[in-house]
């Protein structure tokens, strides 16, 4: 809902300007759950607001469904997290129940490693496609680029046109997004690190100043 939200608000008067109420709604509200699942669009893409989408499609579908992104679940714990440490609370609570380490620990660590990927794909797309191009010409499109990225990587298959005009090295890149966001960037770090060995020790709390 408040992707749907979102949407009218920033298209009400640029893409839906043309349509009735009721069309505005049902568009508002199917371009937030297809931007999270299936990919279909009814209106270019071109023409939206591409930040929405690209928040949209990064949060994706909730687990145990065929969508990508880093999973409802996981913006979910991450944001109890923070509202835990704002009001001072010593446990992560969720809808009655206190969230384990470990669960927060794989939450967190979706969220960074496909952070990463986008940031590590951003800039090989910025090398390889914008290498000999002075920055005031590119600045415009470093959006098109990360709505690809993105797009790729939690395996939404939106697009604004920008992957027609890419070199064969940014080609790779999206391919290689679109790879690792199917079988998920955790499993894929897992396995290739192999199994996790049994420690014989535990090294001593520390303490590091953070924020």
Not at 26 to 49: D, H, K
Not at 175 to 180: G, S, Y
Not at 181 to 195: H, Y
């Amino acid at each position: 809902m408040p992707g749907s939200l979102f949407f009218l608000i920033f298209e009400w008067d640029n893409t839906f300007n043309h349509e009735w109420i009721g069309p505005r709604l049902l568009e508002s509200l199917f371009l937030s759950i297809t931007a999270r699942t299936a990919g279909f669009n009814t209106v270019p893409t071109g023409n939206l607001t591409n930040m929405i989408l690209v928040f949209l499609m990064f949060v994706g579908a909730s687990p145990g469904s065929t969508g990508g992104g880093v999973k409802t679940t996981s913006i979910a714990i991450v944001w109890s997290l923070v509202k835990s440490k704002i009001f001072n609370r010593q446990d992560v609570e969720m809808f009655g129940h206190s969230i384990s380490y470990r669960v927060i620990a794989k939450a967190l660590s979706v969220i960074i490693l496909c952070s990463s990927m986008a940031f590590l794909a951003m800039m090989v797309l910025q090398a390889t496609e914008f290498g000999e191009l002075p920055h005031t010409e590119i600045r415009g499109m470093f959006l098109g680029q990360l709505f690809e990225v993105i797009s790729a990587l939690s395996t939404v298959r939106l697009s604004t046109g920008t992957t027609n005009h890419l070199f064969t090295a940014g080609l790779g890149v999206i391919m290689t997004c679109m790879f690792v966001g199917r079988i998920g960037p955790l499993v894929l770090a897992t396995s290739l690190i192999g199994e996790r060995r049994q420690l014989q020790f535990r090294y001593p709390e520390g303490e590091i100043m953070v924020g």
